[in-house]
């Protein structure tokens, strides 16, 4: 019902997007750009894409790094993300995570960004969400969609989770990854307009969790993802505490959250990404699970990136 009696706002908020993608006067780069976005507000699962990508082309002796907006944070950048260093609260969470392995700049400013970081000779940028920035060309871009949730009820915010039309953000991408089971036929739906590639979301090193016992807590965009994650691991979660993206844990809740699981004996887990929000005194009480992505067709990621040598 929600959904319906907002449907013209929605339907104005697609419509702005389209006018400011068709007017926009985006700086072409010198070294290839890839986006890796989706089409809703909400966790879709760019980040361990973005990871992936950045390791596939760090072993093809690519220098690439990570461009964000620092969604979360108070700076502004352009700026080096640097763990030791910046917190969430300055930089976001994604990027903070992202830095641990891949170098990564944050900026709202993104053309800014991009001139930073090829001052600092990076080669390949890989832009972190902005498949709706009209500041910088990309070069490659890719659609991430949740295979459970798919395009919601199909009405732009605020009468659903969409950032623009789906017709249109499909005629402009390069691929669209489907991430986890394609309840709603995603792939069938959209395979004779666009390259689909499908991929799920795994724990790393699975094993040493199988017939583990769990408290579990995560504040992602689907956070009974993470669940999901740690059972078909092999773990049981004797306990699990969604909250919201990007959620500000509070001394209180942590607390909370460490006396529940020492109360029924087990560790207390959470998502990387969460992780690096919480405060460094949380830190070494609570465990981080790391999660990567498992490919479908690991010859249509490598066909996807061989594609990349024609620009920039």
């Not at 997007?17 to 976005?37: D, E, F, M, N, S």
């Not at 700076?75 to 260093?85: A, F, I, T």
């Not at 890989?126 to 910088?136: A, F, H, P």
């Given at each position: 019902m929600a959904g319906r009696l907002l449907a013209p706002a929605g339907w104005l908020y697609a419509k702005a997007t389209a006018w400011r993608l068709a007017h926009g006067h985006p700086w072409k780069a010198p070294v290839p750009v890839i986006c890796v976005g989706n089409l809703t507000a909400g966790g879709a699962g760019k980040t361990p894409v973005v990871r992936d990508l950045a390791k596939r082309l760090r072993e093809r002796g690519r220098n690439p790094a990570v461009l964000s907006r620092g969604y979360g944070g108070r700076e502004s950048g352009p700026l080096e993300v640097e763990p030791g260093r910046h917190?969430?609260?300055?930089?976001?969470?994604?990027?903070?995570?992202?830095?641990?392995?891949?170098?990564?700049?944050?900026a709202q400013d993104r053309a800014a960004g991009a001139r930073a970081m090829i001052a600092k000779g990076i080669d390949v940028i890989i832009m972190d969400d902005g498949l709706q920035n009209?500041?910088?060309?990309?070069?490659?871009?890719?659609?991430?969609?949740?295979?459970?949730?798919?395009?919601?009820?199909?009405?732009?915010?605020?009468?659903?989770?969409?950032?623009?039309?789906?017709?249109?953000?499909?005629?402009?991408?390069?691929a669209l990854?489907?991430?986890?089971?394609?309840?709603?036929?995603?792939?069938?739906?959209?395979?004779?307009?666009?390259?689909?590639?499908?991929?799920?979301v795994e724990v790393v090193d699975s094993a040493?969790?199988?017939?583990?016992?769990?408290?579990?807590?995560?504040?992602?965009?689907?956070?009974?993802?993470f669940k999901a994650s740690l059972i078909q691991a092999g773990a049981d979660v004797l306990e699990f505490r969604g909250f919201a993206d990007h959620h500000a844990f509070s001394e209180p809740e942590i607390t909370r959250l460490i006396a529940r699981a020492e109360e029924l004996g087990v560790p207390l887990v959470t998502t990387e990404k969460d992780w690096v929000r919480?405060?460094?005194?949380?830190?070494?009480?609570?465990?981080?699970?790391?999660?990567?992505?498992?490919?479908?067709?690991?010859?249509?990621?490598?066909?996807?990136?061989?594609?990349?040598?024609?620009?920039?």
């Amino acid at each position: 019902m929600a959904g319906r009696l907002l449907a013209p706002a929605g339907w104005l908020y697609a419509k702005a997007t389209a006018w400011r993608l068709a007017h926009g006067h985006p700086w072409k780069a010198p070294v290839p750009v890839i986006c890796v976005g989706n089409l809703t507000a909400g966790g879709a699962g760019k980040t361990p894409v973005v990871r992936d990508l950045a390791k596939r082309l760090r072993e093809r002796g690519r220098n690439p790094a990570v461009l964000s907006r620092g969604y979360g944070g108070r700076e502004s950048g352009p700026l080096e993300v640097e763990p030791g260093r910046h917190q969430a609260a300055d930089v976001g969470d994604e990027p903070l995570l992202l830095a641990r392995d891949t170098a990564c700049w944050i900026a709202q400013d993104r053309a800014a960004g991009a001139r930073a970081m090829i001052a600092k000779g990076i080669d390949v940028i890989i832009m972190d969400d902005g498949l709706q920035n009209t500041s910088l060309i990309q070069n490659l871009k890719l659609v991430v969609v949740d295979g459970i949730t798919g395009f919601g009820n199909g009405h732009a915010i605020p009468a659903g989770p969409l950032r623009e039309d789906i017709k249109a953000g499909i005629a402009r991408a390069d691929a669209l990854i489907v991430i986890g089971d394609d309840k709603h036929g995603i792939t069938e739906t959209f395979s004779n307009q666009i390259n689909c590639l499908q991929a799920n979301v795994e724990v790393v090193d699975s094993a040493s969790l199988s017939r583990i016992r769990f408290a579990a807590f995560a504040g992602i965009g689907r956070p009974e993802k993470f669940k999901a994650s740690l059972i078909q691991a092999g773990a049981d979660v004797l306990e699990f505490r969604g909250f919201a993206d990007h959620h500000a844990f509070s001394e209180p809740e942590i607390t909370r959250l460490i006396a529940r699981a020492e109360e029924l004996g087990v560790p207390l887990v959470t998502t990387e990404k969460d992780w690096v929000r919480l405060d460094p005194k949380w830190q070494s009480q609570i465990n981080a699970i790391e999660i990567n992505i498992s490919w479908k067709d690991e010859a249509a990621v490598t066909s996807l990136l061989n594609t990349l040598k024609r620009h920039g």
